[in-house]
């Protein structure tokens, strides 16, 4: 029995999953983990060494030769430096979703999170966490919103950090990665059976952030 709670926040890209995770980790005073980091600072690692992303073993092999960590702010650490912007761009976005449907990749980066949170008083955000990585997660959301205004916030995102792109081709990368994460054979992404669905389509996320934050307070 966890002292504190683990909780399970996902949900598809874009729908706001790192700002609300982050703003309900800081709330409770739990450490925030995006698991998507992962995948994405693996994605980049494969890329940098010239392996192949659909080489699913050699992705894997690549993975295990590297250390992650998180600082207490949520950010993420590879063999001690900082990741940083480097793993957001729309490339490391189309790479880590496709590094992230080898089982053996998955399988990779498992224990790295359940050794994350297995002590409780945690926030994991990512695809599958109320459902393969933390089934047992004493309380798991799920966000939705439309694709439509998925890219729409998106798009903002990277407009901050100078991305020149379209909403459109956006959405129209937000559409491939949705098929492949909702469509892949292992820990797609999916609604854990007792997981509360959260739609944001017309909620801010500091109104996310405070119903998931008195859900989990009011129930602990
Ligand atoms: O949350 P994100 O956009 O940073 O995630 C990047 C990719 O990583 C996403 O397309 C799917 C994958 N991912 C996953 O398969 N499982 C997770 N728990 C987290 C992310």
Known sequence: MRRNPVVA???????GKSTVAKGVAAQLQFQFVDTGALYRAVALAAYKNGINWEDGNAVAREAETHSFCFDSSGNLAMDDVFVGDSIRTPHMSEG????????????????????LGKDGGVVLEGRDIGTVVFP?????????????????????QLLEKGENVTIEEIEKAQVVRDERDSNRAVSPLKKADDALEVDCETKSADEVIQLITYSVVSSH
């Open 9 to 15: 926040i996902d949900g598809p890209s874009g729908v």
């Open 96 to 115: 880590a979703s496709t590094v992230a449907k080898h089982p053996e990749v998955r399988a990779a980066l498992l224990d790295i999170q359940r050794q």
């Open 136 to 156: 047992d997660a004493e309380k798991k959301f799920f966000l939705t919103a439309s694709i439509r205004e998925r890219a729409r916030r998106r798009h903002l």
